[in-house]
């Protein structure tokens, strides 16, 4: 198994910044890429981002594009999603998860943390 472990959310206010921190551990080796999602209250779980471990190549949602930027560092087992220019819209339980080789960005995922809080104040 693969375990996740979010960190870095919090409050900010709008055009702020935030970095969340995804660390693996486990069978790490099984994991092909990495995916972070975000659910608001009432609505449903939707994709965010996403970058493989090798080659480092990087997929946005278009509601995040130019403002997320995923990052990797193979060597700690751990993917960095640098939040700028956050609205209040991008307030969320952000969650990152793992999934092997063949399945898409937007699922099915193996392995999910426990989410983590993203509120942006208006």
């Known amino acids: 198994q693969v375990q996740l472990v979010e960190s870095g959310g919090g409050l900010v206010q709008t055009g702020g910044s935030l970095r969340l921190s995804c660390a693996a551990s486990g069978r790490t080796f099984s994991s092909y890429a990495m995916g972070w999602f975000r659910q608001a209250p009432g609505k449903e779980r939707e994709f965010v981002a996403g970058i493989r471990w090798s080659g480092g190549s990087t997929y946005y949602a278009d509601s995040v594009k130019g403002r997320f930027t995923l990052s990797r560092d193979n060597a700690k087992n751990t993917v960095y999603l640098q939040m700028n220019s956050l609205k209040p819209e991008d307030t969320a339980v952000y969650y990152c998860?793992?999934?092997?080789?063949?399945?898409?960005?937007?699922?099915?995922?193996?392995?999910w943390g426990q989410g983590t809080q993203v509120t942006v104040s208006s």
């Open positions: 998860a793992s999934r092997g080789y063949g399945s898409s960005w937007y699922g099915p995922y193996d392995y």
